[in-house]
């Protein structure tokens, strides 16, 4: 009996034997069967872990999506803001906004300015589409007198991919700009001892005397706190400029003239082709005589604050005779405004008198689109030239140190037939005050009065 109870013990519990002879045996067994217990948990792990991470790799494609389009709708409000800016430039409402007031340039619907910055909105895309909604309006400026335009871009149903998933189906971005024009003119009129100053490129070669020393009644454009003189009068008007020699000094002129005289300097940057419209005599003055391409050519040379020209300077007064001068003055502002020929109308573009000035395309402007049209907004005929001060003391003419105070903005219209006189309407003004600091706003060289981003 007894060996029979232990055969079936030994046959129906071998787990008992198994602890009875080697208890390390039997603790093997046991992680066997937890191993088997637990195999699969790891490939779960792996499965949940996987899934996590493609959900958020899914997702972040939505992500990436609207932040790519957030950053478009920003650049689209950007854009718009300075060109509706720059119709504060062309109308003439920074050098004088009694003629021409804000609410005449921008009313946040359908002036222009709005539209301009409408048209450019329009024509950046957000997610692929022009943006649904574009508003505008002109806040009020907070320290001075430069109009503003804010521009807000929104684009709505932007199209989700993945997070639809979770009930997300469209997404909306919206970005706000707020630009102005410059003109520091009107931070000296109020006083502003912050002010930055401006440093114009692209100047033309035509140094126009402040008539400073004139006496009472005669063309002043700066005053001598660099604010706009006449109350900017003179904006919106035509002025003949006439060459001076370089012995010669500033004298009263007549009635909407002004002298000026002819400056040597860098070598252009860029210039038309000599087969252009009059432009045959491009590269073909003396060696280091660089008035004739001066006019007809484009140079990134920077005007800044406190510039003098004369002896010794980067810009110098012309010393040629007075017959060699008007042989370049002509052709070269001929090829400037692609005019044919002397006087008017040969092909270049046209200006109205008066303000607030539109622009029609001539013939021959470089844009056949533009050929005949009325109210186009940029032009080659305009330019920007320094205006100077008599020194305080003796002499006042191309042997001097002649002090830069400001600048004018001209639309060229044409040159006198048989002489040099340059017949133009005076866009705007902008004085350049030697004691304002800070980093200079750079102009786009057509125009002394920047446009820039003051908020985003």
């Not at 000026?260 to 045959?280: E, I, K, T």
Request: charged fraction near 10%; glycine fraction near 8%; include cysteine.
């Amino acid at each position: 009996m007894s060996s029979l109870m232990s055969f079936t013990t030994r046959s129906g519990d071998r787990s008992t034997v198994a602890n009875s002879l080697n208890p390390t045996l039997a603790i093997g067994v046991k992680r066997v069967r937890r191993v088997r217990k637990e195999s699969g948990v790891t490939l779960l792990m792996v499965a949940v872990g996987m899934f996590s991470l493609l959900a958020m790799v899914i997702l972040s494609i939505d992500v990436v999506n609207l932040y790519t389009s957030s950053d478009q709708a920003r650049k689209s409000a950007d854009a718009a803001a300075l060109a509706g800016a720059d119709a504060f430039v062309s109308s003439g409402t920074t050098s004088n906004p009694s003629a021409v007031p804000l609410s005449s340039v921008c009313n946040g619907s359908n002036a222009d300015a709005d539209l301009r910055a409408q048209a450019v909105a329009q024509q950046n895309a957000i997610a692929g589409v022009a943006p649904t909604t574009v508003s505008t309006s002109c806040p009020a400026p907070t320290y001075n007198q430069n109009p503003q335009i804010q521009v807000t871009v929104t684009r709505t149903g932007i199209p989700t991919f993945f997070a639809r998933i979770w009930g997300q189906t469209a997404s909306n971005v919206s970005a706000t700009a707020v630009a102005e024009a410059y003109n520091p003119s009107f931070d000296a009129a109020n006083s502003n001892p912050s002010r930055p100053p401006i440093a114009i490129h692209g100047v033309k070669p035509w140094l126009v005397s402040n008539c400073n020393l004139c006496g009472a009644g005669y063309p002043l454009y700066i005053a001598s706190d660099y604010s706009i003189a006449n109350g900017a009068s003179f904006i919106g008007q035509p002025v003949t400029l006439k060459l001076m020699t370089s012995s010669t000094s500033p004298s009263a002129p007549a009635p909407n003239t002004a002298q000026f005289y002819a400056l040597d300097g860098p070598a252009p940057l860029s210039c038309p082709s000599p087969g252009a419209v009059s432009c045959s005599q491009i590269g073909t003055g003396p060696p280091g005589l660089n008035y004739h391409d001066n006019i007809a050519c484009a140079n990134g040379f920077n005007f800044s604050n406190g510039q003098f020209v004369g002896p010794g300077q980067a810009w110098w007064v012309d010393t040629r005779s007075q017959g060699n001068l008007n042989a370049r003055t002509s052709p070269g502002t001929d090829c400037l405004i692609h005019a044919d020929s002397d006087g008017a109308p040969f092909g270049q573009d046209s200006f109205t008198v008066g303000l607030p000035v539109t622009i029609t395309g001539g013939y021959n402007n470089p844009n056949p689109s533009l050929h005949l049209v009325d109210g186009i907004h940029r032009s080659d005929s305009v330019v920007t030239v320094p205006v100077f001060n008599c020194p305080p003391a003796p002499p006042c003419d191309g042997t001097a140190q002649l002090p830069i105070v400001g600048f004018l903005q001209l639309g060229i219209q044409y040159v006198t037939v048989g002489s040099p006189d340059i017949h133009a309407i005076i866009l705007n003004a902008a004085g350049l005050d030697p004691a304002s600091t800070g980093t200079p706003i750079t102009g786009a060289g057509t125009s002394p009065v920047p446009v820039r981003l003051i908020h985003r």
